[in-house]
């Protein structure tokens, strides 16, 4: 097979290996998920969105994830890209200004540590032959021993291992070969312990990725690891990847997992990074799963209405973020308008600063007289 062509493969298998959340829009989050575009994908920098090159060293795998299109029971075109050709073309790329950063993962060659061999290997040929400064995002495979990661973590600015499920149970469904507690969750505390010796070792952090909908954990499942993760494993960032049937694979008959939770899953991991919500805070229904009709925000205000109507003027920071509508800027903004001795005097005044009134007028009230009625 042609150099070309086997980037093309490597880049279509990388494709549910998550790098980018650009909205919490649930519209943008489902139109994100669902995208794909030739191994070029936009994560997001702060306000800037990043085009990153997506690609596994190989897609040859020694193991049995039954949920994966690189899995060894699967019947397909295996291609491999040895370093080298990896770095040269990453560069070329790099230097037509088609890309600005580089995500590579790979499937098991062998084992682990062969594996991380290679795409070390690939790291160091960009920082040392071609003066690479830029991004590097390395996936550190289940298994790796120590002295690996570490090296990966020294040439990375972002490293990340997929916990792929939420309980051991789950995880013993989807593969026989690793092991939930060895080979993921020890490697995970083994990162963070590197990272927080010495934060120059991948010092964007590191992250995780959870399947969702290839087993049948509940979003409390999934939300209660992702808040643990977040806890004890400093976790900044957790993606999802929305599970997708594939033929030819131990779950090919299996239900594809639907966007719109996948999106609600996000928001409500949101809440946690940005707006400093508890586990307890968030509202499931009998199922264990969010309501998928609505925003986990609006649903968690809406069954706790003893908390509402919240005065915009008197509430503090902490309570006004919590109020559906009103964002952390839109907060930040009525503290600071306090500061100037100024108060808010009708809902048009929130939506000057960036308020969704739609939302926030059924939560509060100005001046003493409530906006709306439960």
Known sequence: MSLSKDIQQLTDAAYYDRC????????????????????????????????LFKILQSNQCNSDCTYCTN????????????????????????????????F?????????????EQMIKTAEILRNQYSYKGYIHLKIIPGTNKDYIKQAMQLADRVSINIESATQEGFEKLTTIKDYKIDVLRRLKWIDKLHTRDHHLAPAGHTTQIIVGANDETDNDILKTVYNLRKNYN????????????????????????SIRT?????????????????????????????LDEDPKFIAAENN??????????????????????????????????????????????????????????????????????
């Open 263 to 291: 999106g609600r899953l996000y928001q409500a991991e949101h809440l946690f990074s940005s707006y400093n919500f508890k586990l307890d805070e968030l509202h499931f229904e009998k199922d264990g799963n969010i309501a």
């Open 104 to 116: 590579l993962s790979s499937g098991i060659i062998k084992d682990a540590d062969t594996t991380t």
């Open 20 to 51: 980018n959340t650009i909205s919490y829009n649930i519209d943008q989050l489902i139109k994100t998920i669902n995208d794909s575009n030739d191994g070029i994908y936009y994560a997001k920098n702060g306000k800037c969105l990043v085009p």
């Open 305 to 374: 209405p003893e908390k509402y109507p919240m005065d915009v003027n008197t509430a503090s920071y902490k309570e006004l973020i919590r109020v559906p509508g009103i964002g952390v800027k839109s907060a930040r903004r009525i503290i600071h308008m306090r500061k100037q001795k100024k108060e808010i005097k009708h809902i048009t005044d929130l939506k000057k600063i960036g308020a969704n009134t739609r939302k926030c007028e059924l939560f509060i009230k100005i001046k003493g007289s409530y906006q709306s009625h439960f």
């Open 235 to 258: 976790i900044k960032e957790n993606y999802f990847s929305n599970f997708t049937p594939i033929k030819n694979t131990p779950l090919e008959g299996h239900n594809a997992g639907k």
């Open 71 to 102: 899995c060894k029971k699967h019947k397909y075109q295996r291609a491999s890209i040895s370093p080298e050709a990896l770095a040269k073309v990453y560069n070329q790329y790099y230097q037509e200004k088609k890309v600005e950063g580089l």
